[in-house]
């Protein structure tokens, strides 16, 4: 099969890359084509022919969506139904991912694909927007709703940690949001055997287990041999972002269990993405 995917050098793309290796990956960064542009992004699709489109490009400043919505409701609203329509018009499938953070966070217990959605902030709705255009315009689709993603290629969360331990001697992080943190390595994984195994609908992908980012926090410093750091717990409103989270937003397993997909813990997970970083020199 041929995999067109969009978003190659973002840190999902660049696993994806890694992680699948069975087929045809057509690599695709914004300098091949501007998704906000339907042009380019038809051009792209037309010179390639691919049998998938795997959409992992967005805007996914969440505090930054807030101060210029215009550009997040281009990239992941209009964007995503501009590589939608050229999916349909090529005859390729399209796989999309969105977030946790369609959802307001007030559930207690996981959110299942078919619960009723209403973001909170200005990126979760840009990404709901390209979820509808999905719906609206690509024929044959999946969509795989994730969460809290960390890898060795991007400068998420666990790594900001990781370098703010090495300055501060007390570091505090929120512990009023509760999620799933999820390596993209594995992601890129269930993605891939998603496709293969011909996955269709809305499916929530994420590693097993929850827990806040406070505790996600003192896990990474602990695996990292750096647990003598002080972590102190503060809430989200002493955090004082421009953009609101949600409290919960722990996704279900049970729609990735149906396609026999089981992914690893978030604290194996996190094992393993340390490996990485001492593999690329992030961490010593
Ligand atoms: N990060 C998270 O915690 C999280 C959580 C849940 C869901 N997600 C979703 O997971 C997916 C991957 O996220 P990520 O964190 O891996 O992303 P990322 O590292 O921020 O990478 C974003 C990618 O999008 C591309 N891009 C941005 N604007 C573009 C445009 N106008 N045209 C074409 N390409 C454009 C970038 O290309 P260039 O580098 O060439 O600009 C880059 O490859 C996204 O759909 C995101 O919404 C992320």
Redesign the pocket.
Known sequence: MRILV????????TDLQKEWTQDEIIPA???D????DAEQVRALVSRNRPDWIV??????DVDGSERNPELAFA??GQ?TENVARAAKEFGARLFY?????LYDGTSTRPYEPTDAIAPLNVYGQS?AAGEKAVHMYAQDWCIAR????FGAA?A?FPEKILRAAETRPELTVVADQVGSPTF?RDLAGAMRDLVRGEARGVLNVTNAGSCSWFEFAQEVLRQAGRGAVRVSPITTAQAARLAKRPAYSVLSPASLHAQHITLRSWQDATKAYLQDLRACGKLV
């Not at 969009?6 to 793309?13: D, P, R, T, Y």
């Not at 991912?97 to 953070?101: A, E, G």
């Not at 994730?146 to 993603?149: E, F, H, Q, R």
């Open positions: 969009i978003g190659a050098s973002g840190m999902l793309g960064g914004s300098r084509a501007d998704i906000r959409l992992a490009a967005a805007y996914t990239v992941n964007g991912i969105s977030t946790d953070y990404k994730t969460s809290w993603l991007g998420s993209t």
